[in-house]
C-alpha cells in the first residue's frame, strides 16, 4: 500500500508540474493572440495580457487583404514541403547507406561528415558555391544546399543500425533488392525518425531568414519572413505609413503577423507526434 501511495503520488505531481510547464509556454503565444485582437488604446497603455481588451479583428483584416502575404506564405509552404521531402530522401537514402556494414569506404565517408559537422562552411565559400551552381535568385538556393545535414545523417544511420538484421535477412531470402530492402523494410519501421527529422528540417526551413536574404533578389520569391521584415522593420516603408493611417500600431501589427507566421507550422505537429514514439518495430520478431 505504501508503495502504491508513493507512485500515485509521483504520479500526481509529474502531471501538476508539466501542466504548469506547459502553460508557462503557452502564456507568451496567448499573449501576443490577445495583443492582435485588441484595440489600440488598450496596446498603447500596456493593459493588454491574456484576454484581449476592446475585441476587433482589423489586423487580420488588413493582413489577410495583403497579396503579397499569400504568395509569401505559398512560396514558404512550397520550398517547406518540397524542401522536407528532398531532405528526407537524400538523408535517409545516405544514412542507409552508411548503416550497411559491406558497403564500402564507409568509415572515410564518416569521419568526411564528422569533420563537416564540426566545422561549418564559411560564407563566402558557400556563397561562391551556390553562385556557381546558378542556384541564386532561384528557390532551389533555399533546398539544395540543406538537403543533407550531418546531424541527422548521424541520427538516421543510428537509427536503421538498430532495426534487427534478422528482418534485413528475411528481405533477402524474400528476393528484395537493396533498394527494396530500403524502401519496403526500413523505411516503414523507422517512421519516428523520418517524422521527427522532417519536423525539424521543415520548421526550420519555415523559420529560414538568412539564405533568403543573400540569395534571392526576386521579390516574386521572397519567402514570408522576408515579407514581414519589411512590413515591421522599416518605418520608411509603405506598409508603416498605412498603419499610421489606419491607426494601428505597430506592435498590433507584429503580434497579428506572428500569430499569422507561426499558426501553419504548429498545425503540422499534432499529425506527427505520435511517431515521436520510437515503438514502429516491436514485435517485428518474436524471441
Known amino acids: 500500500m505504501p508503495v502504491y501511495r508513493s507512485e500515485k503520488l509521483f504520479q500526481f505531481l509529474n502531471a501538476a508540474f508539466f501542466l ?25 497603455a500596456n493593459k493588454v495580457f ?23 506564405m505559398g512560396v514558404s509552404v512550397y520550398i517547406t514541403v518540397v524542401g522536407t521531402v528532398i531532405f528526407l530522401l537524400f538523408t ?18 564518416m569521419r568526411l561528415i564528422v569533420i563537416s559537422f564540426i566545422f561549418n562552411v564559411p ?3 558557400y556563397f561562391l558555391t551556390v553562385n556557381f551552381l546558378g542556384l541564386t535568385n532561384t528557390l532551389w538556393a533555399l533546398m539544395i544546399p540543406g538537403a543533407v545535414g550531418a546531424f541527422s545523417v548521424i541520427l538516421m544511420k543510428t537509427f536503421f543500425q538498430g532495426i534487427s538484421s534478422e528482418i534485413f535477412d528475411a528481405g533477402y ?8 530492402i530500403y524502401w519496403r ?4 519501421l523507422s517512421l519516428p525518425s523520418f517524422a521527427t527529422m522532417g519536423l525539424f528540417h521543415a520548421v526550420g526551413t519555415w523559420n529560414g531568414y538568412f539564405a533568403a536574404l543573400i540569395f534571392i ?58 511517431y515521436f514514439v520510437k515503438g514502429a518495430q516491436l514485435g517485428s520478431l518474436k524471441e
Open 50 to 72: 491574456i484576454w484581449p481588451r476592446g475585441f476587433n479583428t482589423f489586423i487580420y483584416e488588413h493582413i489577410f487583404s495583403q497579396q503579397r502575404l499569400w504568395r509569401a
Open 185 to 188: 523494410i526500413a523505411c516503414p
Open 92 to 109: 535517409s537514402t545516405m544514412a542507409y547507406a552508411l548503416s550497411r556494414p559491406h558497403m564500402p569506404v564507409r568509415k572515410l565517408i
Open 173 to 180: 531470402i524474400d528476393g528484395c533488392s537493396e533498394f527494396g
Open 217 to 274: 533578389r526576386d521579390k516574386d520569391l521572397y519567402p514570408i519572413q522576408i515579407v514581414l521584415r519589411g512590413m515591421i522593420v522599416s518605418e520608411n516603408s509603405p506598409d508603416f505609413k498605412e498603419l499610421l493611417d489606419m491607426h494601428i500600431t505597430p506592435e498590433t501589427l507584429k503580434a497579428g503577423i506572428i500569430i499569422f507566421a507561426t499558426l501553419p507550422i504548429i498545425i503540422v505537429y499534432p499529425f506527427l507526434q505520435k
Open 20 to 44: 504548469v510547464l506547459g502553460a508557462l509556454m503557452l502564456a507568451p503565444m496567448v499573449h501576443v493572440l490577445s495583443i492582435s485582437l485588441s484595440s489600440t488604446e488598450f496596446v498603447d
Open 123 to 125: 560564407l563566402i565559400p
